[in-house]
């Protein structure tokens, strides 16, 4: 009898990237991204262009962020999420 829970594994550029929990909900890629740029210190204009999205989008990531991690403000929300933006390297974005 087959078990119905194993999985193949796949290679890693095959996986997707998958949201990090957080107690007020789930840190997606796409927020990881923004976070890891805004610790380099790249001013929201900025995250947009290396982004290829409006600035009023990385702020509406930015609320969302902030909402997620019970943050105030960038400072705060860096601080709270630290972990998360030291292990991706900014410059694949």
């Known amino acids: 009898m087959r078990s119905l829970f ?8 095959q ?5 990090t ?3 007020n909900g789930h840190i997606t890629p796409r ?6 740029l805004m610790a380099e210190g790249a001013l929201n204009k900025q995250i947009a ?5 409006s600035t009023e989008t990385v702020k509406k990531h930015l609320r969302n962020i902030y909402q997620k991690t019970g943050a105030q403000n ?3 929300a860096l601080n ?4 998360l933006t030291a292990s991706t390297p900014a410059n694949q974005y």
């Not at 194993?6 to 550029?13: E, G, R, V």
């Not at 262009?49 to 999205?53: D, T, V």
């Not at 709270?80 to 972990?83: D, F, G, L, V, Y």
């Open 80 to 83: 709270k999420t630290r972990w």
């Open 49 to 53: 262009s290396r982004l290829g999205i």
């Open 31 to 36: 927020e990881t991204e923004i976070l890891t």
């Open 21 to 23: 929990p957080f107690s």
């Open 6 to 13: 194993i999985t193949k594994p796949q290679p890693a550029s």
């Open 74 to 76: 960038k400072i705060e």
């Open 15 to 19: 996986s997707k990237p998958t949201a």
